[in-house]
T-cell receptor
């Protein structure tokens, strides 16, 4: 069974631009969660989607948004990029909600904002 | 917000010894706790979880202990192997929020 895939793996953008990251969960998994990882702040939860609905949200500004499609694939969008948005963005999938199910992480998308 | 800290940023152990990684948290309403392992260049990998109604849970070579009185969580790895070298994160969830600790780097010396 294929694991969680994320595209692209690396991305370079400039301040003010927007970016869309994609995550394909493991087949059969209905929950996708997104995380930001930086050396300074560590791992931070962004949001969780289940059955196309956002179920949980972390403490990030509205510039960070996401969505989930009927096939459980998810996208995350960051608008008006700031230098501090440079990070590794990880997505994880699980059969159901994170609180009740083991998560499987993808390799991440490394975003650099110049 | 939640405060999740780890007692040591780096832990070095001899191969074959037992490792103990600790995590302190501040919110007593946390109802589930998870340990993850992250190897260099990879995403985190689930190790073991525990609910707030439990004190101890065992997996293969790993044990998680939860002390709700002092808000402390620990991960014990038995007979540590070189393949255990990684960064270990604790995470906890409450009120539909999810928080990670800052991570402990485990170095296993041959």
């Amino acid at each position: 069974k294929a694991g969680v895939t994320q595209t692209p793996r690396y991305l370079i953008k400039t301040r003010g631009q927007q970016v869309t990251l994609s995550c394909s969960p493991i087949s059969g998994h209905r929950s996708v969660s997104w995380y930001q990882q930086t050396p300074g702040q560590g791992l931070q939860f962004l949001f969780e989607y289940f059955s196309e609905t956002q179920r949980n949200k972390g403490n990030f500004p509205g510039r960070f948004s996401g969505r989930q499609f009927s096939n459980s694939r998810s996208e995350m969008n960051v608008s008006t990029l700031e230098l501090g948005d440079s990070a590794l963005y990880l997505c994880a999938s699980s059969l159901g909600l994170v609180r009740d199910n083991e998560q499987f992480f993808g390799p991440g998308t490394r975003l650099t904002v110049l | 917000g939640e405060s999740v800290g780890l007692h040591l940023p780096t832990l070095s152990v001899q191969e074959g010894d037992n490792s103990i990684i600790n995590c302190a948290y501040s919110n007593s309403a946390s109802d589930y706790f998870i340990w993850y392992k992250q190897e260099s260049g990879k995403g985190p990998q689930f190790i073991i979880d525990i609910r707030s109604n439990m004190d101890k849970r065992q997996g293969q070579r790993v044990t998680v202990l939860l002390n709700k009185t002092v808000k402390h969580l620990s991960l014990q790895i038995a007979a540590t192997q070189p393949g255990d070298s990684a960064v270990y994160f604790c995470a906890l969830g409450n009120f539909n929020k999810f928080y990670f600790g800052s991570g402990t780097k485990l170095n296993v010396k041959p």
